[in-house]
């Protein structure tokens, strides 16, 4: 019976070049399949404190800056630019408080106020250079500093030492008349 197959057909098997083509396409197929999926996981991970200065826009600051608000008690963030939100991101944020430093050196909570009704509980700026807000943010039990430049984001015990941190870096970055 099988000899008859393979006598009518006038094939034993598939070319190269077929095997190839096969191999191709499934490649082809499984590489736009996993990027899809990675961009999908991408867009799931939710804004936390450690990755509050460069999650969000991932490097892509427009020329007119942007913000991340965070409403509800930070459960809900939204990327808002050129005048409109053009992002809805997951928060887990969680409850937390923001400070900056006064021209007498004193700890001042921030108000951010409202957006479409909502008490805004963080608003964090990003500029197109690549800086972003300064300020000091209290969440469970800790105090992080946020440079406006470059610098790294540190972690203080009390908000006294994180305020200490941010004068320290007042003038830092300063025309002192040195050239180099």
């Not at 999926?37 to 804004?47: M, N």
Request: glycine share 8%; charged share 30%; with cysteine.
């Amino acid at each position: 019976m099988f000899s008859k197959l393979r006598e009518g057909s006038g094939r034993e098997a598939f070319s190269l070049l077929e095997l190839l083509i096969v191999i191709v396409i499934i490649s082809v197929f499984y590489s736009l399949i996993s990027v899809n999926f990675s961009l999908k996981k991408r867009e799931s991970e939710s804004v936390k404190l450690e990755n509050l200065r460069r999650y969000p826009l991932r490097g892509r600051v427009p020329a007119e800056g942007a913000q991340l608000l965070c409403l509800n008690e930070c459960r809900e963030c939204y990327i808002y630019s050129g005048g409109k939100v053009t992002a809805e991101l997951e928060s887990a944020l969680g409850s937390l408080k923001a400070y900056i430093v006064d021209k007498s050196g004193e700890a001042v909570p921030v108000d951010f106020g409202r957006f479409r009704d909502h008490r805004i509980c963080l608003r964090f700026r990003y500029y197109p250079n690549g800086s972003s807000s300064e300020m000091i943010i209290e969440s469970k039990g800790r105090f992080l500093y946020y440079p406006t430049l470059f610098a790294k984001v540190e972690s203080f015990d009390s908000l006294e030492e994180a305020v200490t941190r941010w004068r320290r870096g007042e003038g830092e970055f300063t025309d002192k008349g040195d050239y180099y």
